[in-house]
């Protein structure tokens, strides 16, 4: 288990390490480990492979130009660039200069995800929590996250109370942080 | 650390970018100053972390890696080391510094100056300070009454009336020396001309009587400056001078 704050030893420390002291193979590496993750997230917002692929691009340009902007202290890499993708591609989406500054984008996670059988196993959980979860709340969750809609809009379209669509996006996330940490 | 709860739903829109306007404004003021918040909004991005995991499709094309890697031959090194995306406001210490620094070389540079100034005048000073010493002692030679004056002339020979001119045409300064000048009468003064180069009419340059030794001396009488000299001479004129030398000459010299 590692919490963000710990001080990293993993490999993806190192080759962001790499990455930093301006080696191509250590991006190469980087993209073999989360190109897909990153691409899957693009595509599922965006329903566009071409339009995911730029997104994937994109990202990965961001970080060979800006190895500094992910603190390896301050998240895992993988959930970091799936949050990343997920805001570039509702920029995307609606048509708009990147709202997001990377450097603010801290992630904070319990469970460690840097392996790829962790990260499937946490999926698992959230798909399983995601099944649970009233369906109100899972929609506004999703639709908030893969839409990129506001809570007002999602009340407009919904029909429900603005307090209430506020509401279950934030049970709806704080539930999957508990699927996770069982 | 507790999260306040009244952010705790606006965290939660915040972190998903949903958040607009005075709210996402003053809910930005509360997170510069709340650690706890700021935790929890952490939480957050990570529980939508855990959301984007969930995701599965197709892995991307194959040209995409090529795409990249090519785009990434592409970018000059320099780029990647030096920019970081950053807020204007948190380079704001770093211009501050440099600025600064600019500021601290220009304050040395000038303080060197005006420190080579204090020095090239302190020398200068000193200097002057000589040569005005050297002329004070001079001057106070040449008028005090109990200097010696001796005037050496061929053994067995009788001393002989003399003077000495020392004069500037550019400025008009003039100092005449004499020794061995016989007494006056009382109604008597001996009279300095300067005879000029041009013209032949004798400028007075000043009267003088001798001490009891025969000793006497003019000092910068008042001589328009440029005059040049084609001779001096002394004569004997009335008490208080004449305005046209009286023969004979008692001294002549060019």
Same mark, same amino acid.
């Given at each position: 288990?590692?919490?963000?704050?710990?001080?990293? *030893?993993?490999?993806?420390?190192?080759?962001?390490?790499?990455?930093?002291?301006?080696?191509?193979?250590? $991006?190469?590496? +980087?993209?073999?480990?989360?190109?897909?993750?990153?691409?899957?997230?693009?595509?599922?917002?965006?329903?566009?492979?071409?339009?995911?692929?730029?997104?994937?691009?994109?990202? =990965?340009?961001?970080?060979?130009?800006? /190895?500094?902007? =992910?603190?390896?202290?301050?998240?895992?890499?993988?959930?970091?660039?799936?949050?990343?993708?997920?805001?570039?591609?509702?920029?995307?989406?609606?048509?708009?200069?990147?709202?997001?500054?990377?450097?603010?984008?801290?992630?904070?996670?319990?469970?460690?995800?840097?392996?790829?059988?962790?990260?499937?196993?946490?999926?698992?959980?959230?798909?399983?929590?995601?099944?649970?979860? #009233?369906?109100?709340?899972?929609?506004?969750?999703?639709?908030?996250?893969?839409?990129?809609?506001?809570?007002?809009?999602?009340?407009?379209?919904?029909?429900?109370?603005?307090?209430?669509?506020?509401?279950?996006?934030?049970?709806?996330?704080?539930?999957?942080?508990?699927?996770?940490?069982? | 650390?507790?999260?306040?709860?009244?952010?705790?739903?606006? +965290?939660?829109?915040?972190? &998903?970018?949903?958040?607009?306007?005075?709210?996402?404004?003053?809910?930005?003021?509360?997170?510069?100053?709340?650690?706890?918040?700021?935790?929890?909004?952490?939480? &957050?991005?990570?529980?939508?972390?855990? +959301?984007?995991?969930?995701?599965?499709?197709?892995?991307?094309?194959?040209?995409?890696?090529?795409? +990249? &890697?090519?785009?990434?031959?592409?970018?000059?090194?320099?780029?990647?080391?030096?920019? %970081?995306?950053?807020?204007?406001?948190?380079?704001?210490?770093? =211009?501050?510094? %440099?600025?600064?620094?600019?500021?601290?070389?220009?304050?040395?540079?000038?303080?060197?100056?005006?420190?080579?100034?204090?020095?090239?005048?302190?020398?200068?000073?000193?200097?002057?300070?000589?040569?005005?010493?050297?002329?004070?002692?001079?001057?106070?030679?040449?008028?005090?009454?109990?200097?010696?004056?001796?005037?050496?002339?061929?053994?067995?020979?009788?001393?002989?009336?003399?003077?000495?001119?020392?004069?500037?045409?550019?400025?008009?300064?003039?100092?005449?020396?004499?020794?061995?000048?016989? /007494?006056?009468? #009382?109604?008597?003064?001996?009279?300095?001309?300067?005879? /000029?180069?041009?013209?032949?009419? /004798?400028?007075?340059?000043? $009267?003088?009587? #001798?001490? #009891?030794?025969?000793?006497?001396?003019?000092?910068?009488?008042?001589? *328009?400056?440029?005059?040049?000299?084609?001779? =001096?001479?002394?004569?004997?004129?009335?008490?208080?001078?004449?305005?046209?030398?009286?023969?004979?000459?008692?001294?002549?010299?060019?």
């Amino acid at each position: 288990m590692s919490t963000a704050g710990t001080q990293p *030893s993993s490999a993806d420390a190192a080759l962001i390490a790499r990455l930093r002291s301006g080696e191509q193979d250590a $991006i190469a590496e +980087l993209y073999d480990r989360y190109s897909s993750l990153v691409y899957s997230v693009a595509l599922r917002v965006l329903a566009d492979s071409s339009a995911a692929e730029d997104v994937l691009q994109e990202v =990965f340009m961001q970080l060979w130009r800006h /190895p500094a902007s =992910f603190d390896a202290r301050r998240g895992n890499l993988g959930p970091w660039l799936a949050v990343i993708a997920r805001h570039r591609a509702i920029d995307v989406l609606r048509k708009r200069r990147p709202q997001t500054d990377v450097e603010e984008v801290v992630i904070a996670i319990d469970a460690d995800l840097e392996g790829k059988a962790e990260r499937a196993r946490a999926a698992e959980r959230v798909r399983a929590s995601l099944h649970t979860m #009233p369906e109100a709340q899972r929609k506004a969750l999703e639709m908030a996250f893969f839409e990129g809609m506001t809570h007002t809009e999602i009340a407009a379209q919904t029909g429900e109370p603005l307090g209430t669509v506020k509401t279950r996006i934030r049970a709806a996330l704080v539930a999957l942080r508990r699927a996770v940490n069982v | 650390m507790t999260v306040h709860e009244q952010f705790a739903e606006d +965290l939660a829109l915040y972190a &998903l970018g949903s958040l607009e306007g005075e709210t996402a404004v003053s809910l930005e003021q509360h997170l510069e100053e709340c650690a706890a918040c700021r935790q929890e909004l952490a939480r &957050l991005q990570g529980d939508m972390a855990l +959301l984007a995991l969930t995701t599965s499709g197709p892995a991307p094309p194959q040209r995409a890696r090529q795409r +990249l &890697l090519k785009a990434i031959g592409r970018e000059p090194r320099s780029l990647h080391t030096v920019f %970081l995306r950053r807020r204007w406001w948190t380079l704001a210490p770093v =211009f501050a510094s %440099l600025i600064l620094a600019v500021f601290a070389i220009m304050l040395w540079r000038e303080n060197a100056r005006q420190r080579d100034r204090a020095e090239a005048l302190r020398a200068d000073l000193a200097q002057n300070e000589a040569t005005f010493e050297q002329a004070k002692h001079l001057l106070a030679l040449l008028t005090d009454p109990s200097a010696m004056h001796v005037t050496l002339v061929a053994a067995q020979a009788r001393p002989q009336p003399l003077g000495k001119a020392i004069y500037m045409p550019r400025t008009g300064a003039l100092v005449f020396i004499a020794g061995n000048l016989p /007494p006056l009468m #009382p109604q008597k003064t001996y009279e300095l001309w300067l005879v /000029p180069m041009r013209g032949d009419k /004798p400028m007075p340059a000043g $009267i003088f009587k #001798p001490d #009891p030794k025969g000793n006497a001396m003019v000092m910068m009488p008042p001589i *328009s400056a440029g005059v040049e000299a084609k001779a =001096f001479a002394v004569t004997i004129e009335p008490a208080g001078g004449s305005p046209i030398p009286t023969m004979p000459i008692v001294l002549v010299g060019s």
